[in-house]
């Protein structure tokens, strides 16, 4: 088995027996059965990498396995729904191996036509619901020979593979009773529906209520179709999996009445040759054909001489066209040979796009994280009057704590506990409480020169002159210390920018 099959789980029997058109008759499954299920224009030569799959996917109307039905009205609602969507294996969805193009309804097993599902709208009885699609052939071949091997009647392993659908629906009504048929059980009443969910496989149920009835689900209303999953263990009445002949070129001479007789009796003849493509033949077989077009021929015409004669024309006319037909061949592989080099371009291209958007996006981030950085540093240097060696701490601090709000609110509060004595403000403060008491000391005093107090008063007056000046040093030495808008405050600032710098949030 290849590599690409590695996950293919089914074990099929190494007796391997190709299913010829004959095999395909038998099992009345063929391109005119089911064309009206294949897409307007469809290319066989164009898609060898597919094999064309048909089967039916549920029964309607009927309980399946896992205790699921469907009513006629939702498998209308959602059967063109199966279309485009994908086939894996055994419901692993990260295990697609082809998927549907179309899908509909029929009361027959192997009818596989584009009926007109609105006909299904009162049906009670079970009914088929079918699906068309693609194998990729070309990726997974082990897949698709098992396939058709399982689909040959005299193999051990015939029907061996079938398909099971994937669904989403929110809405579903619970039915009991002993019957596979939807309408020979009954609905469950409102007021007991949470009693029987729990009596349902899908919610841990046993399945079965307390009276031992069975206690289904039917799926109702707005019903999604998901795909589809190859399996050995199909829970709907379905079985199997079958490949589809696309016909091949076929050559048919017609004759119509001949007049060649003297009698004037009209001759009728048809000629049709094997089921095979002309390009498909080789010399020999080639000349066998003509032999036997000629020799039908001659039973229509008055003479060998004139059979051989047609029969002549005829070679040379197939010859010429037989190189017309290669030359179209070779046309479509070289065009199909082109459109892979464009889709790699294209991927190529999208893969460019994709890089530049992803450094995009990081450049981004980092200007966005260089500026919130910043803003938070000339929030600390607004409230608070730091040294050098305070803002660095806080500048590394910054720098870990990510980019998340409150992670930052928390670390503010912290900094207020620890640097309340240097916040902007309360220095202000303090500052024009203390020259509110040197302007007082200063009024008493100058009252005190003016004669306007007693002597005890001036001797007062004196003494709280004597703390005023003390106050008025003391407040000398405290404005000393107070930064201004030149020198040491401008430097302040300096520093400030070298440790927004430190930090590489900035993009070039």
């Known amino acids: ?69 469907m009513t006629a009205m939702a498998a209308i609602q959602c059967v063109k729904s199966f279309a485009n969507k994908p086939i894996n294996i055994e419901h692993k969805r990260d295990k697609i191996v082809g998927h549907m193009i179309n899908a509909s309804l029929s009361e027959e097993e192997f009818d596989f036509n584009n009926n007109d599902v609105e006909a299904f709208a009162d049906k009670t009885e079970p009914f088929y619901l079918n699906a068309f699609g693609f194998i990729y052939r070309k990726i997974f071949p082990d897949l698709a020979q098992a396939i058709i091997e399982s689909a040959n009647e005299d193999n051990e392993d015939y029907q061996r593979i079938s398909t099971s659908w994937e669904l989403a629906s929110k809405q579903f009504k619970i ?142 006319t197939l010859e010429k066209h037989s190189e017309s037909w290669k030359s179209k061949v070779e046309q479509e592989v070289e065009a199909r040979q082109k459109t892979e080099e464009e889709l790699e371009s294209i991927k190529s291209e999208n893969s460019k796009v994709a890089e530049e958007l992803a450094q995009l996006k990081a450049d981004m981030e980092a200007k966005a994280s260089a500026e919130l950085f910043n803003d938070r540093m000339n929030y600390f240097d607004n409230k608070y009057d730091l040294s050098e060696k305070e803002n660095e701490i806080i500048a590394s601090k910054l ?90 405050g401008a430097e302040k600032q300096s520093l400030l920018e070298k440790i927004k710098e430190s930090f590489q949030y900035k993009i070039s």
């Open 1 to 69: 088995m290849s590599d690409n099959n590695q996950d293919f789980n089914f074990t099929i029997s190494p007796k391997f027996k190709v299913l010829d058109i004959q095999s395909f008759d038998d099992m009345e499954i063929s391109e005119a059965s089911v064309k009206s299920m294949l897409p307007e224009g469809f290319n066989a030569k164009m898609n060898i990498d597919l094999l064309p799959v048909v089967f039916n996917l549920a029964v309607i109307n009927e309980i399946n396995a896992n205790d699921d039905a």
């Open 175 to 316: 039915v009991k009773g002993n019957s596979q048929k939807v309408s020979e059980c009954e609905y469950v009443e409102q007021e007991d529906y949470e009693e029987y969910r729990a009596y349902l496989k899908r919610f841990g149920g046993a399945g079965k209520d307390k009276k031992g009835d069975r206690v289904a689900r039917v799926f109702y209303g707005e019903v999604i179709p998901l795909g589809a999953g190859l399996t050995v263990q199909p829970a709907a009445r379905v079985k199997g999996v079958y490949p589809v002949e696309v016909s091949k070129d076929e050559l048919k001479i017609e004759k119509s009445v001949a007049t060649q007789q003297k009698n004037s009796q009209n001759y009728k003849k048809d000629v049709t040759t094997n089921k095979s493509n002309i390009l498909n033949m080789d010399e020999k077989q080639f000349q066998e054909f003509l032999k036997q077009t000629t020799e039908a021929i001659a039973s229509v015409v008055k003479g060998d001489d004139q059979a051989k004669s047609i029969g002549l024309i005829m070679q040379e």
């Open 399 to 488: 720098k870990d704590l990510g980019q998340e709000e409150e992670a930052f609110e928390s670390f503010k509060s912290e900094i207020e506990v620890i640097f309340a004595h240097k916040d902007k403000e309360v220095i202000a403060k303090a500052k024009e409480e203390e020259q509110a008491r040197i302007e007082e000391a200063v009024a008493k005093k100058l009252e005190a020169q003016n004669g306007e107090t007693t002597e005890v008063e001036e001797a007062e007056a004196s003494q709280e002159t004597e703390e005023s000046e003390t106050e008025i040093e003391t407040e000398e030495e405290v404005e000393a210390n107070l930064p201004n808008g030149n020198g040491e």
